[in-house]
Structure formats: structure tokens, C-alpha cells
């Protein structure tokens, strides 16, 4: 019988950077938009020969990259392996088709099942595992970016629009050659946190197939339980195999709010994790899955949502998103470079992030104590600009209301500066997605930008090759699976670069006798024209952005608006009061900005009754009220 686990996607309204060392917290919100995994059985019967086998069949499909992989995962070290000669692609061939965070999604929930099972359950783990796992993915349309099937089909860019689409719509490829062999896909996403809701959903679905928690009894499980929860199974394994997928230990936010659901979060100490990074030295998956399991996760989160009467929004500008390790990056330089002053604008937006956590709880509070005087008023406010609402105040009940609601949008602005101002500090390298320069340049001088591609120089965060001309060889590039992938596209000369005079200049080394300097300074000048012309993307809430937000903030009825997390080029948000999001969704409307049907959803990791495609549309989505 087929598994159906989904887990939500997140907003992160505070916290952005801060989040990222104890004990700083930030506020998270989960959505309606869900991913989904599905997992069944991939054989009816054991094989009567599978008794000697050493491996069991693993299919992965995602139905919207019309991809299928197989896999082999070994039955005593639970690893997973591509089985290569057998690999399917259903419309186009991709030569980069790996989706890790499945991949370790698999080996650490198998594995948890097999380390915590006595004898007996192992010896049936071991039948079920050689029926092989059917595993699907598939995830709400709100996390990738549909505009263009939008506009192909001659439609406004509207809420409405966006739900005449199928559930699941196939996402974009991008041709960039006429041999489909050179083809890739091009996923712009929203930023709602796709990998993190995949990874949940995949190890929640396979923990609950093979036995290893019960999803349907988690609203029964409370806080005051001895022991973790099949919740906190649920979370360190995917936590775990998130950050492996990633290369790097992360936060952890949305990983805990795809679990929980909306919350307030401090992260965990890294360390809980140490075992499964040093895994590839030595030590095997059970080993590091009981150290996993038996850590001291010093995580807390608390209960968040968004007070009564208020509703959250997102619009995706059409930039495609941001590279959130980049932008991080820069930040953690600029903190090591100038302590001083990052530690006094780490302080200030660490103030201002609880100042809104503040406003919001007590109008949270107020709704609970006083309805109807904070019914009455978030009705009045919601049709007047901000600097009408006191007035519409008539008794002490609504005026504490008001003075709550000003103090929320107080602090939003504040969190605004002084994210504007590490941005700006820290020169968080933004480029605009999708942007890239016709260069002129002879081919020589291409081939010593591949030059500084083999001394690694084009490996830092700070750097970029969007394509390549199909002249050059890409074998420079191959040893970086980030730029080799990059590299697989051939069409006329277009690059796109951000890199500092520095970098260039310690590429080419200080030897002035060299024949190619003149070329050099070709490059350079180049360059820095491009940083200059540019410079608006070079923070943290780009110049567009923040005219899109300042506009929305002066809206009747809008209390907060920001781009969540790390900020860039994501959907930006926004939380109303009552019915006034129409008008927002239409103001966005008119500049380009297309509103999801997206809203907070406070639910985590939840098992599903059946396969989401046989309702035509999620639940959660369908059941979004468009004004």
C-alpha cells in the first residue's frame, strides 16, 4: 500500500543571517504550498531468487522534470547507488540528473529503520526492501515560477491566472541547442524552501512505510512526552540528510518549520551533527544514524503564527530567485573583515527582529483578551493607510490594538535599514537572474577567462560563467560540478561575470613581462563597467525590491512587507488585514509582480489520505479564497 507524506514550504519573516548562529532567533511561517512523496512497493512479490541479492531497487520519479532515475541501494551498508545503465528520461536527456537530497533522504531513513529495529523487524525490513521502493515526488506549483506558461497562454499575471494552471504543471526547460542532448532545466523557484519540504516529505513517507514512526498519531504526541517523538525522528533524520544533500550544515529553519510548521526557531549546535560529515572517513551510516538519534539536538522552537484577521502574501518579482550561499557568504566575510561595525548592525537588526516578535504576540494576546474591540478595529484599519488607523481608535482596547500594530510596522522598517546596511557593507554579490552581457571580445581573450576557471578563481561565491561559447573546451570545468553543468549549454559568446579587480588581478599574477597584460586590462575595464552598471543588485534588498515594498508598506490596510530570509531576488511578502489583499494582489498586478496562491499554513509534516493528483489540485491550495 502506496505512503503519502507532504511538508510544507516557509516564509522566514526575521531572522535572515541572524538565525544562522545561537542564540538568535527567527520567525517562520509554513504555507499551504506542500511537497509530496509518495512511496510504494516497486514489485508486487519478492523475487524467488532475491534471497542472494545484495541490493534493492530504488525508482525515483519527479512527473514534473519528466525525469525517472533507478538506483541501487545496498542491503548491509544502505548506501545508494546509480544504476546508470538503466536510467529513463521521459521527454529530453540530461546529462546532470542527480537530486541528492532524495538520495540521502533514502539511505538515512532505510538506515534508521534497520539501526532501531530488533532482530525480527529486521528480518522483515529486509523482505519489504527487496520489493524495491517506488518513490515520487511532486511539489505545489507556488514553488517554482510559472510565469512564462502564464504569458505564453496570453494571460494577465493574476492570482487567477496562476490557477487555471494543472497542479503539478510541468516545469520550464530551457533549449539551448537543437540536440536535445545539450538541453537542461532551467527551475526558477520562489524561494519557499523546495529542498527542504522535498527532503522532509521523502523521509517522512519512507520512515512511515517502513515502520519507524506513525504519522497518523503525531497530533496525539505533546511536548511533555518522555523521549523524542516520531516528529523529532522525522527531524533529525531529515535535518541530517538535508545538510549532508547540501555540503554544509545550515541553519536548520526550514527543516524544523517543513516538520512542525510555523514557529519561532533557534537553532541547533552544528556538532549534533559532526558524525554523518566525517561518515565518508570511516565511519558507516548505522553508527553515524545511532549517534544521530542519541544527540543532544539543543534546538527550541515555540509555537508562531500570524495574529486573527491578518493574512500573508507573496509575489514573485520574476527574477528567478537568489543564491542564497553567495549572499551568505559575503555576510560572514564582512563580519571577519570589519567586527566592529558588523557586530553594532548585528545587534541592532537582532533589537529590531524582536521588537516585531513583540508587537505580534501582543496583538495576539489582544485578540484572545479583547475580540471585538480587535475585531472592530483591524476592520477599520484594514481599509485606511497607516497613518489613518489611530484615529479610527475609540476606546483604551482598540487604541492598544493600534499602538501594537505601528509598533509591528515600526520594526519591519527597522529590520529593513539594517538589512539594507549589511548589504551594503558586506557587498552581497546579487546578480540579476537572467541577465547576461554580449560580449565582444576575440576568442583569445575567452580562453583566459577559462584560464582563471583552471586556477579555481571561478569557483568562489563571487564569480560566475552563465554560458559558453560552444568553441571552447569545457574540460577546465569539469573538475566543479557547479560550473561543468554551467558548461553543458553552447550558444554565441554570452557571459555573465561578477568578480572583483582583485580576484582578476591575482589570476593573472603580477608578472608584467607576460604577452597577454594588454588583454588583461581589456578584462578589467570590462568588468568594473559591469559592477558599476550593476550596483543596484549588489545588496541585500535591491533597489527594485525595495520600491516594490515601500509601496505595498503605504497600501490601505498592509501592516508588514519584506523579502523573507536572506532577501535578493525571492518573492517578497507581505501580511494584511482583513480583506484588504485584493488590492495588493492587483497593485502588484499592474508592476509585474505576480501574486501566488500562497498563505500561512501553520501545519507541519502531515500523512496524506491519497495521491494529491487524483483530486486534480492540492486541498490546501484549492482551498485559497481568491478576491
Same mark, same amino acid.
Given at each position: 500500500?502506496?505512503?503519502?507524506?507532504?511538508?510544507?514550504?516557509?516564509?522566514?519573516?526575521?531572522?535572515?543571517?541572524?538565525?544562522?548562529?545561537?542564540?538568535?532567533?527567527?520567525?517562520?511561517?509554513?504555507? %499551504?504550498?506542500?511537497?509530496?512523496?509518495?512511496?510504494?512497493?516497486?514489485?508486487?512479490?519478492?523475487?524467488?531468487?532475491?534471497?542472494?541479492?545484495? =541490493?534493492? +531497487?530504488?525508482?525515483?520519479?519527479?512527473?514534473?522534470?519528466?525525469?525517472?532515475? *533507478?538506483?541501487?541501494?545496498?542491503?548491509?551498508?544502505?548506501?545508494?547507488?546509480?544504476?546508470?545503465?538503466?536510467?529513463?528520461?521521459?521527454?529530453?536527456?540530461?546529462?546532470?540528473?542527480? /537530486?541528492?537530497?532524495?538520495?540521502?533522504?533514502?539511505?538515512?531513513?532505510?538506515?534508521?529503520?534497520?539501526?532501531?529495529?530488533?532482530? %525480527?523487524?529486521?528480518?522483515?525490513?529486509?523482505?519489504?526492501?527487496?520489493?524495491?521502493?517506488?518513490?515520487?515526488?511532486?511539489?505545489?506549483?507556488?514553488?517554482?515560477?510559472?510565469? %512564462?506558461?502564464?504569458? @505564453?497562454?496570453?494571460?494577465?499575471?493574476?492570482?487567477?491566472?496562476?490557477?487555471?494552471?494543472?497542479?503539478?504543471?510541468?516545469?520550464?526547460?530551457?533549449?539551448?541547442?537543437?540536440?536535445?542532448?545539450?538541453?537542461?532545466?532551467?527551475?526558477?523557484?520562489?524561494?519557499?524552501?523546495?529542498?527542504?519540504?522535498?527532503?522532509?516529505?521523502?523521509?517522512?513517507?519512507?520512515?512511515?512505510?517502513?515502520?519507524?514512526?506513525?504519522?497518523?498519531?503525531?497530533?496525539?504526541?505533546?511536548?511533555?512526552?518522555?523521549?523524542?517523538? +516520531?516528529?523529532?525522528?522525522?527531524?533529525?533524520?531529515?535535518?541530517?540528510?538535508?545538510?549532508?544533500?547540501?555540503?554544509?550544515?545550515?541553519?536548520?529553519?526550514?527543516?524544523?518549520?517543513?516538520?512542525?510548521?510555523?514557529?519561532?526557531?533557534?537553532?541547533?549546535?552544528?556538532?549534533?551533527?559532526?558524525?554523518?560529515?566525517?561518515?565518508?572517513?570511516?565511519?558507516?551510516?548505522?553508527?553515524?544514524?545511532?549517534?544521530?538519534?542519541?544527540?543532544?539536538?539543543?534546538?527550541?522552537?515555540?509555537?508562531?503564527?500570524?495574529?486573527?484577521?491578518?493574512?500573508?502574501?507573496?509575489?514573485?518579482?520574476?527574477?528567478?530567485?537568489? #543564491?542564497?550561499?553567495?549572499?551568505?557568504?559575503?555576510?560572514?566575510?564582512?563580519?571577519?573583515? +570589519?567586527?566592529?561595525?558588523?557586530?553594532?548592525? =548585528?545587534?541592532?537588526?537582532?533589537?529590531?527582529?524582536?521588537?516585531?516578535?513583540?508587537?505580534?504576540?501582543?496583538?495576539?494576546?489582544?485578540?484572545?483578551?479583547?475580540?471585538?474591540?480587535?475585531?472592530?478595529?483591524?476592520? #477599520?484599519?484594514?481599509?485606511?493607510?497607516?497613518?489613518?488607523?489611530?484615529?479610527?481608535?475609540?476606546?483604551?482596547?482598540?487604541?492598544?490594538?493600534?499602538?501594537?500594530?505601528?509598533?509591528?510596522?515600526?520594526?519591519?522598517?527597522?529590520?529593513?535599514?539594517?538589512?539594507?546596511?549589511?548589504?551594503?557593507?558586506?557587498?552581497?554579490?546579487?546578480?540579476?537572474?537572467?541577465?547576461?552581457? $554580449?560580449?565582444?571580445?576575440?576568442?583569445?581573450? *575567452?580562453?583566459?577567462?577559462?584560464?582563471?576557471?583552471?586556477?579555481?578563481?571561478?569557483?568562489?561565491?563571487?564569480?560566475?560563467?552563465?554560458?559558453?561559447?560552444?568553441?571552447?573546451?569545457?574540460?577546465?570545468?569539469?573538475?566543479?560540478?557547479?560550473?561543468?553543468?554551467?558548461?553543458?549549454?553552447?550558444?554565441?559568446?554570452?557571459? #555573465?561575470?561578477?568578480?572583483?579587480?582583485e580576484d582578476i588581478q591575482q589570476g593573472f599574477g603580477s608578472d608584467g613581462s607576460r604577452e597577454d597584460q594588454g588583454i588583461y586590462a581589456k578584462i578589467n575595464v570590462q568588468l568594473h563597467n559591469f559592477r558599476q552598471t550593476n550596483k543596484s543588485s549588489q545588496v541585500?534588498?535591491?533597489?527594485?525590491?525595495?520600491?516594490?515594498?515601500?509601496?505595498?508598506? /503605504?497600501?490601505?490596510?498592509?501592516?508588514? @512587507?519584506?523579502?523573507?530570509?536572506?532577501?535578493?531576488?525571492?518573492?517578497?511578502?507581505?501580511?494584511?488585514?482583513?480583506? #484588504?489583499?485584493? /488590492?495588493?494582489?492587483?497593485?502588484?498586478?499592474?508592476? /509585474?509582480?505576480?501574486?501566488?496562491?500562497?498563505?500561512?499554513?501553520?501545519?507541519?509534516?502531515?500523512?496524506?489520505?491519497?495521491?494529491?493528483?487524483?483530486?486534480?489540485?492540492?486541498? $490546501?491550495?484549492?482551498?485559497?479564497?481568491?478576491?
Amino acid at each position: 500500500m502506496a505512503v503519502v507524506a507532504s511538508a510544507p514550504g516557509k516564509v522566514l519573516m526575521t531572522g535572515g543571517y541572524l538565525v544562522l548562529e545561537r542564540p538568535n532567533a527567527g520567525l517562520v511561517l509554513s504555507t %499551504n504550498a506542500r511537497f509530496f512523496a509518495i512511496v510504494k512497493p516497486l514489485y508486487e512479490d519478492v523475487k524467488p531468487d532475491s534471497w542472494a541479492w545484495a =541490493w534493492a +531497487d530504488v525508482k525515483l520519479t519527479s512527473p514534473q522534470l519528466s525525469r525517472e532515475s *533507478l538506483y541501487k541501494l545496498g542491503l548491509k551498508n544502505f548506501t545508494i547507488e546509480r544504476d546508470s545503465s538503466r536510467q529513463v528520461y521521459v521527454i529530453i536527456s540530461l546529462v546532470e540528473s542527480r /537530486n541528492p537530497f532524495v538520495e540521502q533522504a533514502v539511505q538515512y531513513a532505510v538506515t534508521a529503520a534497520h539501526a532501531t529495529f530488533d532482530k %525480527n523487524k529486521k528480518e522483515w525490513l529486509h523482505k519489504l526492501l527487496l520489493q524495491g521502493l517506488d518513490i515520487t515526488i511532486l511539489g505545489a506549483n507556488e514553488f517554482y515560477s510559472y510565469r %512564462n506558461q502564464i504569458e @505564453a497562454r496570453g494571460l494577465p499575471l493574476t492570482p487567477e491566472a496562476l490557477a487555471t494552471l494543472p497542479a503539478f504543471t510541468l516545469i520550464t526547460f530551457n533549449i539551448g541547442d537543437s540536440n536535445a542532448e545539450n538541453c537542461k532545466p532551467e527551475v526558477a523557484k520562489t524561494g519557499l524552501g523546495s529542498s527542504a519540504a522535498m527532503t522532509t516529505a521523502v523521509v517522512a513517507a519512507l520512515l512511515h512505510y517502513l515502520g519507524v514512526v506513525n504519522l497518523s498519531s503525531i497530533e496525539d504526541q505533546h511536548q511533555e512526552m518522555k523521549g523524542p517523538t +516520531d516528529l523529532d525522528v522525522v527531524h533529525m533524520i531529515a535535518q541530517t540528510a538535508h545538510c549532508i544533500a547540501q555540503g554544509k550544515v545550515g541553519s536548520g529553519f526550514d527543516v524544523s518549520s517543513a516538520v512542525y510548521g510555523s514557529q519561532r526557531y533557534v537553532r541547533f549546535s552544528p556538532e549534533v551533527i559532526s558524525s554523518a560529515q566525517i561518515a565518508a572517513k570511516g565511519l558507516s551510516l548505522q553508527e553515524v544514524i545511532v549517534d544521530i538519534l542519541k544527540g543532544e539536538w539543543d534546538h527550541e522552537r515555540t509555537k508562531f503564527s500570524l495574529p486573527p484577521l491578518m493574512t500573508l502574501l507573496l509575489g514573485e518579482p520574476g527574477t528567478g530567485g537568489s #543564491s542564497t550561499p553567495s549572499m551568505v557568504g559575503a555576510v560572514k566575510k564582512w563580519q571577519k573583515s +570589519d567586527p566592529q561595525k558588523s557586530l553594532d548592525t =548585528w545587534t541592532k537588526l537582532s533589537m529590531a527582529n524582536s521588537s516585531l516578535e513583540v508587537q505580534l504576540n501582543m496583538l495576539s494576546k489582544l485578540a484572545e483578551e479583547h475580540w471585538g474591540a480587535y475585531q472592530c478595529i483591524i476592520n #477599520s484599519c484594514s481599509r485606511l493607510r497607516s497613518d489613518k488607523w489611530l484615529e479610527q481608535a475609540s476606546e483604551p482596547n482598540q487604541k492598544a490594538v493600534v499602538k501594537a500594530l505601528l509598533g509591528a510596522r515600526d520594526a519591519m522598517l527597522g529590520i529593513r535599514y539594517h538589512m539594507r546596511q549589511m548589504g551594503e557593507a558586506a557587498g552581497v554579490p546579487v546578480l540579476i537572474p537572467g541577465s547576461v552581457m $554580449a560580449l565582444s571580445y576575440p576568442l583569445e581573450v *575567452l580562453q583566459l577567462i577559462f584560464v582563471l576557471a583552471e586556477a579555481k578563481l571561478l569557483e568562489c561565491n563571487q564569480c560566475m560563467i552563465a554560458t559558453i561559447y560552444p568553441s571552447l573546451p569545457t574540460s577546465s570545468l569539469t573538475r566543479n560540478t557547479e560550473h561543468s553543468r554551467l558548461g553543458l549549454v553552447t550558444c554565441p559568446i554570452l557571459v #555573465s561575470i561578477d568578480c572583483s579587480q582583485e580576484d582578476i588581478q591575482q589570476g593573472f599574477g603580477s608578472d608584467g613581462s607576460r604577452e597577454d597584460q594588454g588583454i588583461y586590462a581589456k578584462i578589467n575595464v570590462q568588468l568594473h563597467n559591469f559592477r558599476q552598471t550593476n550596483k543596484s543588485s549588489q545588496v541585500i534588498e535591491p533597489e527594485s525590491q525595495t520600491q516594490l515594498l515601500d509601496a505595498t508598506m /503605504n497600501m490601505e490596510g498592509v501592516l508588514l @512587507a519584506g523579502v523573507p530570509g536572506a532577501g535578493g531576488f525571492d518573492a517578497i511578502f507581505a501580511v494584511t488585514l482583513g480583506d #484588504s489583499g485584493s /488590492n495588493v494582489t492587483k497593485m502588484w498586478s499592474s508592476v /509585474n509582480v505576480l501574486a501566488l496562491l500562497v498563505r500561512e499554513d501553520p501545519r507541519g509534516v502531515s500523512l496524506e489520505k491519497e495521491d494529491p493528483r487524483t483530486t486534480g489540485i492540492t486541498a $490546501a491550495v484549492s482551498s485559497v479564497h481568491i478576491e
